[in-house]
């Protein structure tokens, strides 16, 4: 995959929410170097994982590039994101303000979505 426009967007929308979510629950990390660190983590996984196409015929990418976010956040805790803590930032980053406006007034139900994720099924 290419870093890019998407993975800098995926960066930003979840930023705020998990780092917030990571000092208050463990005050010991320096979040100046931390977030550093994570920052050329993830860009070093999102340009060494193979690309599944675009956007608009994967709806997949962008689970892909949050992935390595979360995975980039979780390698440099360097063993401090035990599975409680991570599960919670898990649930942190899916309730992100971005998030929850992205999919606020959305039915992954109706005939277009069904649509579309058949189509990308296929």
Sequence with gaps: MQYGLIGGFVKFAFS???YDYIEKTLPSIDMSS?????SQTYKAIVRRTPGIGSM???MFVMTMYAGA???ALYKEAEGKLDGETFAGLVRA???CPLM???K???SAFTEKEIANRTKQAK
């Design 16 to 18: 705020k929410t998990c």
């Design 100 to 102: 929850v406006k992205a």
């Design 93 to 95: 980053a899916a309730h």
């Design 104 to 106: 606020q007034g959305k």
């Design 69 to 71: 976010f979360v995975i």
């Design 34 to 38: 931390y977030s550093k660190r994570v």
């Design 56 to 58: 608009k015929d994967n």
